[in-house]
């Protein structure tokens, strides 16, 4: 990408990510709400979920203004991974609103039966609000993962599922506060047992998130079927005898490719730069044009 490109795209992610900001904090407010005025536990909860999925934006932003920094002196392959790291400070979050969620939810369920505590009944208004949160949820997870595509954006990727853990929680949330609704008193464990579904929902995601993230911190190499594209291209040119050593890694959006190719040793130093010249310029037309290439030339054996 040319320096416009790269500043269009991140002013492109950050109004996405504020859009989601804006209906976050409207479904805060919502749901702590309708969570004690309607007595649901589960719909507290939920409002937790939502404060963090606001807090998580803010993360999102500050890391893409600092990824978006051009090569300099400290980083001589960029920032990108500061966006990788965003990844996984949103997944970090989000195993600690699940754990939050689960721990309340199961200090409710155990004094219930072995105390034999009472649960106050939720009231519809709780209801009302779970299905309210579902449909905004869901329609910002659809816009974010769209935009997220169009992007490239590991980061927005994360926060578009940030908002689907949201709206799967609040449908767990619909159906215990539903439930313990319209069965009365004796069924109100259904709230905070709601609420512990929902937990192990956001932890699932926590985990896929992290788990890729960390993996290209760790310098894991490109999917092989990257790599067998990578290949076939370089194959194409028939002055290319042999490719070894391919290496390959991921730097934020962009993809970094290292190798040795084995060309004819009687062809002029000027031939052979030439020929890895375009391979460069293919490789770089398909994977981006801020893919970082390193070619190292051998003479056939």
Not at 45 to 51: C, I, N, P, T
Not at 135 to 148: A, C, N, R, V
Not at 201 to 220: G, H, M, P, W
Not at 225 to 243: G, K, M
Request: glycine share 8%.
């Amino acid at each position: 990408m040319e320096e416009n490109q790269i500043e269009t795209r991140q002013k492109e992610i950050v109004k996405v990510t504020l859009i989601g900001t804006v209906v976050n904090a409207i479904l805060i407010v919502l749901k702590f709400a309708a969570g004690i005025l309607g007595s649901s536990s589960a719909m507290v909860a939920d409002g937790v979920h939502s404060l963090s999925d606001f807090l998580t934006d803010f993360v999102v932003i500050v890391m893409l203004k600092i990824s978006s920094k051009p090569c300099d002196d400290d980083h001589d392959f960029g920032h990108g991974k500061y966006e990788t790291l965003a990844t996984t400070i949103i997944g970090l979050l989000l195993i600690l609103v699940g754990g939050g969620i689960l721990w309340s939810g199961a200090v409710h369920i155990y004094g219930f039966i072995v105390n034999d505590e009472l649960l106050q009944s939720p009231g519809w208004l709780a209801f009302g609000a779970a299905v309210a949160s579902i449909l905004m949820k869901e329609g910002i997870f659809q816009y974010t993962i769209k935009k997220s595509k169009n992007l490239n954006s590991e980061a927005l990727v994360a926060n578009a599922w940030h908002h689907r853990s949201d709206a799967l929680s609040s449908i767990g949330t619909a159906i215990g506060i539903g439930a313990a609704c319209l069965l009365g008193s004796k069924w109100a464990i259904l709230d905070p047992l709601a609420a512990v579904i929902v937990s192990l929902f956001i932890f699932k995601v926590a985990i896929q998130l992290i788990q890729s993230s960390v993996n290209q911190l760790l310098e894991s190499s490109l999917p092989k079927e990257i790599e067998d594209q990578i290949e076939e291209i370089v194959h194409s040119y028939p002055e290319v005898t042999e490719l070894h050593n391919l290496r390959t890694r991921q730097v934020g959006v962009n993809y970094a490719i290292s190798m040795h190719v084995r060309m004819d040793g009687n062809i002029t130093l000027y031939e052979s730069h030439e020929k890895v010249d375009l391979i460069e310029k293919e490789l770089k037309e398909k994977f981006g044009h801020q893919t970082i290439i390193t070619i190292h030339v051998e003479p056939w054996k």
